[in-house]
């Protein structure tokens, strides 16, 4: 049996705290017994096990970083230095996805699948899934975490359909079938499948009875626009979830109420929100923003101390409608795709946000084109923007224009827009690319 607090995700944050650093101090205790890396760590930092009693204490331990983990693994194939249990106690391998570099391997014991198993479990109910949904899955199964959704959605009793990706016929047929009313996958899937149904089944997304979008994987999902566009589309709700691969599938889930990612796993992680230019530590209120660190305090295989996601996310407290106190979340980018056009940080989902506002007459799809190594760039920023079908050659100069306006007056950056035909930019099953580096 894996130690739970029962309302975890039901109590404030700070209600959690006693409880928190019970598991806190056995699990300092635990990593510096058996892992190389932290106990280097810790020797680096001038501290022991002893020195980490609070929460608060925690800021006297260096941060964890994902190139710190690939070096680890380099070091010590397959698992790595900061493993904290053997391969013979693992009983699954899974992978980050590896956007940013090599990617890196996590290991789970039994007691690790189990608390995972348990958090997902959370993520399905806090979208008001049960029972009798039927959820057909349309991300990866492979190395992907997110494949252990499926863990959750049988402890939860719900029917698990297993697509994953390059299937799209299957998954349409698999919803008509089964008469499916959840789909599980990425915000720009969710975009490409509608224009497949459209293509090749002649009808329209909505038709399908589709009655939860759960998306995560990239961020999109908490974009106004485009979760308007996919809503209008499906006829769904569209709820929003967030995770990391190092540290658990999905720890924010957003409830009907649409108002925000409630976290959800306090009694198995620790989130510390810090500056990202300075790396000290924010308290938690309301309107906060800043980037998300995460401590495990309930984990054998991969027992990251303070990691540093690269997630900036914004805070919102307070008592959801839905009655849940725990504290909220909306991720507005991430430090590692971030822009600085002329000292102003753009993110790239931002940008795709501003265009897809000008639908019906642009498609919602765009490419970020780059001539010199990220994140510096020189203005103007060329993006390249697919237009819908039978505009004449004034309305797209005048398309062009007021886009540009915008993003000027919305984002504070001066773009260079390039108008393409509807079909031109590719679509993506996984995560979108939306940033190209060409001449670099």
Not at 73 to 101: F, K, M, N, W, Y
Not at 116 to 133: F, Q, Y
Not at 135 to 140: D, H, L, N, Q, R
């Given at each position: 049996?894996?130690?739970?607090?029962?309302?975890?995700?039901?109590?404030?944050?700070?209600?959690?705290?006693?409880?928190?650093?019970?598991?806190?101090?056995?699990?300092?205790?635990?990593?510096?017994?058996?892992?190389?890396?932290?106990?280097?760590?810790?020797?680096?930092?001038?501290?022991?096990?002893?020195?980490?009693?609070?929460?608060?204490?925690?800021?006297?331990?260096?941060?964890?970083?994902?190139?710190?983990?690939?070096?680890?693994?380099?070091?010590?194939?397959?698992?790595?230095?900061?493993?904290?249990?053997?391969?013979?106690?693992?009983?699954?391998?899974?992978?980050?996805?590896?956007?940013?570099?090599?990617?890196?391997?996590?290991?789970?014991?039994?007691?690790?699948?189990?608390?995972?198993?348990?958090?997902?479990?959370?993520?399905?109910?806090?979208?008001?899934?049960?029972?009798?949904?039927?959820?057909?899955?349309?991300?990866?199964?492979?190395?992907?975490?997110?494949?252990?959704?499926?863990?959750?959605?049988?402890?939860?009793?719900?029917?698990?359909?297993?697509?994953?990706?390059?299937?799209?016929?299957?998954?349409?047929?698999?919803?008509?079938?089964?008469?499916?009313?959840?789909?599980l996958c990425t915000p720009s899937y969710a975009s490409y499948l509608a224009e497949y149904v459209r293509d090749h089944?002649?009808?329209?997304?909505?038709?399908?009875?589709?009655?939860?979008?759960?998306?995560?994987?990239?961020?999109?999902?908490?974009?106004?626009?485009?979760?308007?566009?996919?809503?209008?589309?499906?006829?769904?709700?569209?709820?929003?979830?967030?995770?990391?691969?190092?540290?658990?599938?999905?720890?924010?889930?957003?409830?009907?109420?649409?108002?925000?990612?409630?976290?959800?796993?306090?009694?198995?992680?620790?989130?510390?929100?810090?500056?990202?230019?300075?790396?000290?530590?924010?308290?938690?209120?309301?309107?906060?923003?800043?980037?998300?660190?995460?401590?495990?305090?309930?984990?054998?295989?991969?027992?990251?101390?303070?990691?540093?996601?690269?997630?900036?996310?914004?805070?919102?407290?307070?008592?959801?409608?839905?009655?849940?106190?725990?504290?909220?979340?909306?991720?507005?980018?991430?430090?590692?795709?971030?822009?600085?056009?002329?000292?102003?940080?753009?993110?790239?989902?931002?940008?795709?946000?501003?265009?897809?506002?000008?639908?019906?007459?642009?498609?919602?799809?765009?490419?970020?084109?780059?001539?010199?190594?990220?994140?510096?760039?020189?203005?103007?920023?060329?993006?390249?923007?697919?237009?819908?079908?039978?505009?004449?050659?004034?309305?797209?100069?005048?398309?062009?224009?007021?886009?540009?306006?915008?993003?000027?007056?919305?984002?504070?950056?001066?773009?260079?827009?390039?108008?393409?035909?509807?079909?031109?930019?590719?679509?993506?099953?996984?995560?979108?690319?939306?940033?190209?580096?060409?001449?670099?």
């Open positions: 049996m894996i130690l739970k607090f029962e309302n975890a995700f039901n109590e404030p944050y700070v209600e959690l705290k006693d409880f928190q650093e019970i598991k806190l101090r056995k699990q300092i205790k635990y990593v510096y017994e058996n892992s190389p890396f932290y106990r280097e760590k810790f020797r680096q930092a001038g501290i022991s096990p002893d020195d980490i009693q609070t929460i608060g204490d925690l800021e006297k331990v260096p941060f964890t970083t994902k190139d710190e983990i690939r070096e680890s693994q380099r070091i010590q194939p397959p698992l790595g230095l900061h493993a904290a249990a053997s391969l013979e106690d693992v009983i699954r391998v899974h992978s980050s996805s590896g956007t940013t570099g090599k990617p890196t391997y996590v290991g789970i014991t039994r007691h690790d699948w189990d608390v995972w198993t348990e958090i997902l479990a959370r993520v399905l109910k806090t979208h008001g899934i049960g029972r009798d949904s039927r959820i057909v899955f349309a991300m990866g199964l492979t190395f992907f975490v997110g494949s252990s959704m499926k863990d959750g959605i049988e402890r939860l009793g719900a029917t698990f359909i297993p697509i994953g990706t390059g299937a799209s016929e299957r998954v349409v047929q698999s919803i008509q079938d089964f008469q499916a009313d959840v789909l089944f002649h009808m329209e997304p909505k038709d399908l009875g589709i009655k939860i979008m759960s998306v995560g994987g990239e961020p999109g999902g908490g974009l106004p626009e485009v979760r308007r566009k996919i809503e209008q589309d499906w006829g769904c709700k569209v709820l929003e979830a967030m995770g990391n691969a190092d540290m658990a599938p999905v720890l924010f889930s957003e409830c009907p109420e649409q108002d925000g990612m409630h976290f959800i796993g306090s009694d198995f992680v620790i989130c510390e929100i810090i500056d990202p230019k300075t790396g000290k530590t924010i308290p938690i209120a309301d309107g906060v923003e800043g980037e998300l660190v995460y401590t495990a305090i309930d984990r054998e295989c991969c027992p990251l101390v303070r990691f540093r996601t690269r997630d900036l996310i914004r805070v919102k407290t307070g008592e959801c409608k839905c009655g849940r106190k725990s504290f909220r979340i909306r991720c507005i980018g991430r430090t590692d795709d971030m822009l600085i056009v002329r000292g102003v940080n753009v993110f790239p989902s931002a940008i795709k946000d501003v265009v897809s506002s000008f639908r019906p007459q642009v498609t919602g799809e765009i490419r970020i084109l780059l001539k010199q190594k990220p994140p510096l760039v020189h203005p103007p920023l060329p993006i390249q923007v697919e237009v819908e079908d039978g505009l004449t050659e004034s309305e797209q100069s005048a398309l062009k224009k007021e886009i540009e306006s915008t993003l000027r007056s919305k984002l504070i950056f001066t773009s260079d827009v390039q108008l393409v035909p509807k079909g031109t930019l590719p679509r993506f099953e996984m995560k979108a690319k939306l940033v190209q580096e060409i001449n670099v």
